[in-house]
């Protein structure tokens, strides 16, 4: 006997929600990532919770392959920051901000 | 109140106030170790609610190398302090009408679902478990794979130097 699953629902949901307003607010990329995990880690807690619920393996299956995808996301995603913070020099996802070196200067 | 749910409350309010000090940071590193303390929250629910396999995973995947490249990259990059607002107002508007509506939803959903039914305890050995995951889902665990190579190679090249760069180093 642990908790109602309403109880999991809400925990992953105002997880969930903390990892958007990372997403939405913040300037910064490496940020703006780490909230999108933050997103993934509530879904994989919603989908344990849910296969305890209904004593069904799929859910702790379909979690594992949401860790498998936010693995090969964060990857991209970091080797993605690196590639604009060569050209740019800044992470801040507002590029207009920081003058851009390539930009040619007509 | 049994034993597991207050495990379970404690466990609940150490992932919302590390994941809520991890994002409000300005020091990355900062965030990235919160992260990691609400990521161990996480896994020792995982276990609680019966997947031990999944709580080994979130430690050794989660915690430990996503959140480790994460530290990789924050060294590597020279990231200047901004001397702006954490949360800029302009970005405050969409958050609030999207925090507004979801919460409004997380409102009714709960409302609706069954009143009272706890969870009983259960466990998914990782045998089971493993057992399963490749008689049912034997071609999404192809796909995965297949998945997690394409990141390898994309990543490798998105992140190589562009080739002039490497002849200006050698001469």
């Known amino acids: ?106 | 109140m049994t034993i597991y749910s207050a495990i379970f409350y404690l466990l609940a309010a150490l992932i919302i106030a590390t994941t809520a000090l991890a994002i409000t940071r300005r020091n990355l590193v900062h965030a990235v170790v919160y992260l990691v303390i609400s990521f161990f929250g996480s896994a020792l629910l995982f276990f609680l609610l019966g997947a031990p396999f999944l709580a080994a995973l979130e430690v050794i995947i989660y915690a430990g190398a996503i959140m480790v490249l994460f530290l990789f990259i924050v060294m590597m990059l020279r990231i200047e302090e901004s001397k702006r607002r954490i949360f800029p107002l302009s970005q405050w508007i969409p958050a609030a009408v999207l925090c507004v509506i979801y919460l409004g939803m997380l409102a009714v959903i709960l409302s609706g679902i069954e009143g009272d039914m706890r969870l009983e305890t259960a466990v998914a050995v990782p045998a089971a478990f493993s057992m399963w995951i490749f008689r049912h889902g034997w071609l999404a665990v192809e796909i995965a794979s297949l998945i997690l190579l394409v990141a390898l190679i994309g990543a490798l090249h998105i992140g190589r130097r562009p080739a002039a760069a490497d002849k200006k180093e050698a001469q």
Not at chain 1, 29 to 53: K, Q
Not at chain 1, 87 to 103: L, Q
């Open chain 1, 1 to 106: 006997m642990i908790v109602p699953y309403s109880h999991v629902l809400a925990l992953a949901g105002i997880v969930f929600l903390m990892g958007m307003v990372c997403t939405v607010t913040r300037r910064n990329l490496i940020m703006i990532l780490l909230g999108l995990e933050i997103m993934l880690n509530a879904g994989a807690l919603a989908l344990v919770g849910a296969s305890l619920r209904w004593m069904s393996m799929d859910g702790q299956a379909m979690a594992l392959f949401i860790i498998v995808v936010a693995a090969a996301e964060v990857s991209v995603g970091l080797a993605l920051i690196v590639c604009v913070y060569r050209r740019t020099g800044s992470v801040d996802p507002n590029f207009t901000e920081t003058a851009a070196p390539e930009k040619p200067s007509v």
